[in-house]
């Protein structure tokens, strides 16, 4: 009798990695296109594939010159890959349920420098959360716009706030409040001191400008042609630039009001960059442990009360 190994592959958490990574970049059409969810490198993002490939035996895709397309496996892979990591989110939920209802961590991402936002209820939140359920444990972490969603998605935070124009599949997106963005000069820029009815369009985009590196669509390539601009990947880190005269940048005008009433920065009548942002709480689909949905809640209904 000759024995036969057994060719069932079993799944690890380095192949749920490379999983999660293909996913990403079927949802988005391509490698270039998922590098902004994933925040990975074009090469990296490209092993990864290959290394999926090699571990399942099949070719999952064609990517180079003539664009990204799926083989029928990869495909089948996609499809396989979405059911498996869709039950391994509900078992995750259905875990945390067994714990005390409202006790244990709570992660939130949240973007940068909004605490002198006034419309945003956050710190009513933790106050309600404090009093109410004392054993739950927040844990905030300060992260870049795309960086909050992808991290929702794969279990590294509970629930995101912030705004981003990427949305991922998975996840379900309640609006809190619209955040007002405009161009700002620092002191010693030679507008800063220029009549406001004098001052152009044109005479603004004259200067060099500092852009955030995650924005994309039309508001990013309008500034990457000129070698003379800058890429800032926070919003304080763009400050500074626009506070050192150097740059004109597009500010969340609250954060922005703090410097001005110092007489260090200056609103531009540039109503092309003026813009609000929809600031959106973003959880991952399906069930939810008692602890991430009622701090979720607890979020929105405190910017429900302040409407």
């Given at each position: 009798?000759r024995?036969v190994?057994?060719?069932?592959m079993k799944i690890?958490?380095s192949?749920?990695h490379?999983?999660?990574v293909?996913e990403s970049?079927v949802?988005?059409g391509?490698?270039?296109?998922?590098q902004?969810?994933l925040?990975?490198?074009?090469?990296?993002i490209?092993n990864?594939l290959t290394a999926l490939?090699?571990r399942?035996g099949?070719?999952?895709c064609?990517?180079?010159r003539?664009?990204f397309?799926?083989?029928?496996?990869g495909r089948?892979?996609y499809?396989?890959s979405?059911?498996?990591t869709g039950m391994?989110d509900?078992?995750?939920?259905?875990?945390s349920?067994?714990?005390?209802?409202?006790?244990?961590?709570?992660s939130?991402?949240i973007?940068?420098?909004?605490?002198?936002?006034?419309?945003?209820?956050?710190c009513?939140a933790i106050?309600?959360?404090?009093?109410?359920a004392p054993?739950?444990?927040?844990?905030?972490k300060i992260?870049r716009?795309?960086?909050?969603?992808?991290a929702?998605?794969?279990n590294e935070?509970d629930?995101?706030?912030?705004?981003?124009?990427?949305?991922?599949?998975?996840?379900?997106?309640?609006?809190?409040?619209r955040?007002?963005?405009?161009?700002?000069?620092?002191?010693?820029?030679?507008?800063f001191?220029v009549?406001?009815?004098t001052?152009?369009?044109?005479?603004?985009?004259a200067?060099?400008w500092?852009?955030?590196?995650?924005?994309n669509g039309?508001r990013?390539?309008?500034?990457?042609n000129?070698?003379f601009?800058s890429?800032a990947?926070?919003?304080?880190?763009?400050?500074l630039?626009?506070?050192?005269?150097?740059?004109?940048?597009?500010?969340p005008?609250?954060?922005a009001s703090?410097?001005e009433?110092?007489?260090?920065?200056?609103?531009l009548?540039?109503s092309?960059?003026?813009?609000?942002a929809?600031?959106?709480?973003?959880t991952?689909?399906?069930?939810?442990?008692?602890n991430v949905?009622?701090v979720?809640?607890?979020?929105?209904?405190a910017?429900?009360?302040?409407l």
């Amino acid at each position: 009798m000759r024995l036969v190994q057994s060719t069932v592959m079993k799944i690890s958490g380095s192949d749920l990695h490379l999983l999660r990574v293909f996913e990403s970049v079927v949802r988005n059409g391509g490698i270039s296109a998922a590098q902004m969810e994933l925040s990975l490198s074009q090469p990296t993002i490209s092993n990864h594939l290959t290394a999926l490939e090699q571990r399942i035996g099949v070719k999952l895709c064609g990517r180079g010159r003539r664009g990204f397309s799926l083989t029928e496996e990869g495909r089948r892979v996609y499809d396989i890959s979405l059911e498996l990591t869709g039950m391994l989110d509900a078992s995750s939920a259905r875990l945390s349920g067994l714990r005390s209802a409202l006790s244990g961590r709570v992660s939130v991402g949240i973007v940068d420098c909004m605490a002198t936002d006034p419309r945003l209820k956050i710190c009513e939140a933790i106050a309600e959360v404090s009093r109410v359920a004392p054993e739950i444990e927040l844990n905030l972490k300060i992260m870049r716009p795309n960086n909050i969603t992808r991290a929702v998605a794969e279990n590294e935070v509970d629930i995101g706030i912030g705004g981003s124009s990427i949305k991922v599949a998975g996840l379900v997106y309640r609006n809190l409040y619209r955040e007002e963005h405009a161009a700002f000069c620092g002191a010693v820029h030679p507008l800063f001191h220029v009549a406001h009815d004098t001052i152009t369009s044109p005479d603004c985009y004259a200067y060099p400008w500092v852009h955030r590196g995650y924005w994309n669509g039309s508001r990013g390539h309008r500034f990457a042609n000129s070698v003379f601009n800058s890429v800032a990947f926070d919003i304080e880190a763009e400050t500074l630039m626009v506070l050192s005269g150097a740059f004109i940048g597009v500010l969340p005008v609250h954060y922005a009001s703090v410097f001005e009433e110092q007489g260090r920065l200056r609103r531009l009548p540039v109503s092309k960059e003026d813009y609000f942002a929809d600031i959106e709480l973003a959880t991952r689909a399906g069930e939810q442990a008692a602890n991430v949905g009622y701090v979720a809640d607890a979020i929105v209904k405190a910017h429900e009360l302040h409407l």
